[in-house]
Every structure is written in structure tokens, then in C-alpha cells.
């Protein structure tokens, strides 16, 4: 069963910097690889998010200055995620 849910940003970013204090790998080795993936792919849910949002400011611009700031603001963005995607930690 493959089903998504919807979560409230806010919940989201409250379960990551919950989860980025824990240290259960110091505490249970085995689950390194489940807990390591579980905050990976929450983080990387998170900048798509906000590389979407980039994205769709771009398209909302007012005026040419905003619409290059956006664009600036949506490179730098979608550099985290490419940089994130490369630097899997497991």
C-alpha cells in the first residue's frame, strides 16, 4: 500500500528538528539506515517545497527586478536540492 498523506508544514518541520536531535544511532546501530533515510527524505520533501514556492514567485512577479530576485532566490534553491541529492548520507 503506497499511499500519500498530507501533513501541515508546520508538523513537518517540528519532525525534523525533533528527529535531528535524537540520537539513535548511538543508540540502537541497526536502525541508522531506517532513521538516516526517514530524516533525508524529509528534509529533501521540504526543499522541493520551497523549490516549488520559488518557482511559483518567478511566475508571480510583479515586475522584471522581482521576477529576477525570484529567480536568483529559486537557483539557489534548487542548488540545496541538487547538493543534497548528491551528499546522501547513507
Same mark, same amino acid.
Given at each position: 500500500?503506497?499511499? *500519500?498523506?498530507?501533513?501541515?508544514?508546520?508538523? !513537518?518541520? =517540528?519532525? +525534523?528538528?525533533?528527529? %535531528?536531535?535524537?540520537?539513535?544511532?548511538? /543508540?540502537?546501530?541497526?536502525?541508522?539506515?531506517?532513521? @538516516?533515510?526517514? !530524516?533525508?527524505?524529509?528534509?529533501?520533501?521540504?526543499?522541493?517545497? %520551497?523549490?516549488?514556492? $520559488?518557482?511559483? %514567485?518567478? $511566475?508571480?512577479?510583479?515586475?522584471?527586478? $522581482?521576477?529576477?530576485? $525570484?529567480? +536568483?532566490? /529559486?537557483? =539557489?534553491?534548487?542548488?540545496?536540492?541538487? @547538493?543534497?541529492?548528491? *551528499?546522501?548520507?547513507?
Amino acid at each position: 500500500m503506497n499511499k *500519500n498523506v498530507m501533513i501541515p508544514l508546520f508538523l !513537518v518541520d =517540528q519532525i +525534523i528538528d525533533l528527529l %535531528k536531535h535524537w540520537d539513535i544511532p548511538s /543508540y540502537c546501530p541497526e536502525l541508522r539506515y531506517d532513521y @538516516e533515510n526517514v !530524516v533525508w527524505t524529509l528534509v529533501a520533501e521540504r526543499q522541493k517545497l %520551497k523549490l516549488r514556492e $520559488a518557482h511559483a %514567485k518567478i $511566475a508571480h512577479a510583479d515586475n522584471p527586478q $522581482a521576477r529576477d530576485e $525570484a529567480y +536568483i532566490f /529559486y537557483r =539557489q534553491q534548487k542548488r540545496l536540492l541538487d @547538493e543534497a541529492n548528491e *551528499n546522501i548520507p547513507f
